[in-house]
């Protein structure tokens, strides 16, 4: 769910991976796309890529045409003075013979990550259902081939400046945007891909969302729900999803006590790595640590708090996890820097954080910080002054019973979420958009939810309530991945979501209970 902008996202075997790395500012968030399998990448006999219609920039793919183009839209509905924005698209259409059965809409995360160049690692990730389907991608507004419209704020600052100055940059933001941040919500976007789904005369879309896309196909559903045939939600999280993000906070010492647990021979003890993370949280709570880094061709600083190891275990640990079961990953990894780091020895937690750290960019957040807080649930009211918000989060804060945020403090744990706690605090009510409603009505079709059981981002608790919010859902727990569980390599997750685009049934699944566990790094008392 989370991002960083630009949050995280899959590759149906490893092209997605590319995918995913780059959609984190998470998303989420993440918290996003379509994993490619094994049997899913080109061969030296691939046919070579067709030109279909479109401007220049428009992608190739082998095996495929692909059609291009844009739209012009209003930046803000019924405000014409604030001008338009143009929405491109791009259509992989199928290889079959006679007309496509359908077309599926993906979106990969974010809020804000980008689709259209990455065209040809979804084509890959859903060869399958590009048989007889065709894939539609847009680049939200403001990302990609959809004009970026920068805020001043970029993804290294954001993520790694220090709680104040995360709050600071999304203010600051918003000022810089103006009355053109009302344009930047989920809602608009969800019209967007309307206008485009009319443009191309497609009576229905099948809806395919991963992580941040979870929350944006949904809010199509509820806008747009005589054009839905099906949706597939991986990395699932709901819109009425806890601001306070305790389900997240939960899942994190449930996923150590699962990889523990699962590694053969055991590589740790599940409850003693929960016991060392309460240790550490509490330590960086009082002490934070002061990390060197480089990134984005600087070298910098980050002061390492107890929320910072919040988002470190929560979002980036969980990215990623399971995709190459036998190769090292930072989850496997935390169980031995926790350990070391209780007795005294601080270079493995540290190593962490930099090699987390060294992927920050300086990509502009506005797409992501702007629709994070205009659409996300806060624990304020967003009509109230600065002021007003600060009492009303506090009190929130004081009202959560010891436990609900695992082994972290309340504080420490909402300080880490890029995309929620007090991070949107200081956004203007000026330039806030109309609230996103957390229970509209659903169209009744079939739905696919899946979750990473080993994913503290968007926690299985998230993707069954996700479910809950359809009439018609089935939820899948994937064991052993994190998020998003088509990141696999095995073809599993792919084939199963393959299967239920093509078919309105998800199959044989029991694949998804047999994924190998990670690989751990041992913990030496």
């Not at 507004?141 to 290294?156: F, H, K, L, N, W």
Request: aromatic content about 6%.
């Amino acid at each position: 769910m989370t991002n960083q902008n630009t949050v995280r996202r899959t590759v149906l075997a490893a092209s997605m991976m590319a995918v995913l790395a780059s959609a984190t500012p998470t998303a989420s968030a993440t918290p996003t796309a379509v994993a490619p399998t094994a049997a899913a990448a080109p061969t030296a006999l691939a046919a070579p890529p067709q030109r279909g219609s479109g401007p220049k920039w428009c992608p190739t793919v082998d095996d495929h045409r692909v059609d291009c183009g844009a739209i012009t839209r209003p930046l803000v509905a019924g405000k014409p003075k604030l001008g338009t924005i143009d929405v491109s698209y791009a259509v992989v259409r199928h290889r079959g013979p006679g007309a496509a059965k359908g077309t599926v809409a993906v979106n990969p995360g974010g809020p804000g990550e980008v689709a259209i160049d990455r065209a040809p690692e979804f084509a890959a990730g859903l060869d399958a259902v590009l048989k007889d389907h065709d894939v539609l991608l847009v680049d939200p507004r403001g990302t990609g081939r959809s004009e970026r419209i920068p805020c001043g704020v970029t993804d290294v600052e954001y993520r790694f400046g220090s709680r104040k100055q995360q709050r600071d940059a999304v203010t600051r933001c918003a000022r810089n945007l103006g009355p053109k941040a009302q344009g930047y919500t989920t809602a608009a976007t969800a019209d967007d891909i309307d206008a485009v789904r009319a443009r191309l005369g497609a009576k229905k879309l099948t809806l395919y969302g991963l992580s941040y896309g979870t929350y944006l196909m949904p809010v199509y559903a509820s806008r747009h729900p005589e054009r839905v045939r099906s949706i597939v939600l991986s990395g699932a999280y709901p819109l009425g999803f806890d601001p306070l993000v305790r389900p997240s906070a939960q899942a994190v010492s449930l996923a150590l006590r699962r990889i523990c647990d699962r590694s053969v021979p055991a590589a740790c003890d599940g409850q003693k790595a929960v016991r060392d993370l309460r240790t550490t949280a509490e330590r960086l709570r009082d002490r934070p640590l002061d990390v060197p880094f480089e990134a984005a061709g600087a070298k910098r600083r980050l002061r390492f708090t107890e929320g910072q190891l919040a988002n470190l275990l929560f979002e980036a640990a969980s990215r990623g996890a399971g995709a190459v079961p036998g190769e090292p990953s930072l989850l496997g990894s935390v169980p031995h820097a926790l350990h070391r780091f209780v007795q005294g020895d601080t270079a493995p937690l540290r190593r962490l954080i930099r090699e987390e750290a060294s992927s920050a960019t300086t990509e502009d957040q506005a797409p992501y910080a702007a629709v994070v807080c205009n659409d996300y649930r806060k624990a304020w009211s967003t009509q109230a002054s600065t002021a007003q918000r600060w009492r009303q989060y506090r009190a929130a804060l004081a009202a959560t019973k010891p436990g609900e945020h695992g082994a972290f403090s309340a504080k420490g744990f909402t300080e880490g979420p890029t995309d929620g706690g007090d991070v949107c605090i200081g956004w203007p009510r000026a330039t806030t958009a109309s609230p996103q409603p957390t229970r509209p009505r659903m169209p009744d079709v079939p739905v696919l939810v899946l979750s990473g059981d080993l994913d503290a981002n968007t926690p299985d608790a998230n993707g069954r309530a996700a479910g809950r919010q359809f009439g018609h859902s089935t939820f899948f727990s994937v064991r052993n991945v994190g998020h998003v569980p088509e990141l696999e390599q095995s073809g599993c997750v792919t084939g199963v979501t393959a299967r239920f685009i093509r078919t309105g049934t998800p199959g044989d699944t029991a694949c998804l209970q047999s994924l190998p566990p990670i690989a751990v790094a041992p913990v030496r008392r």
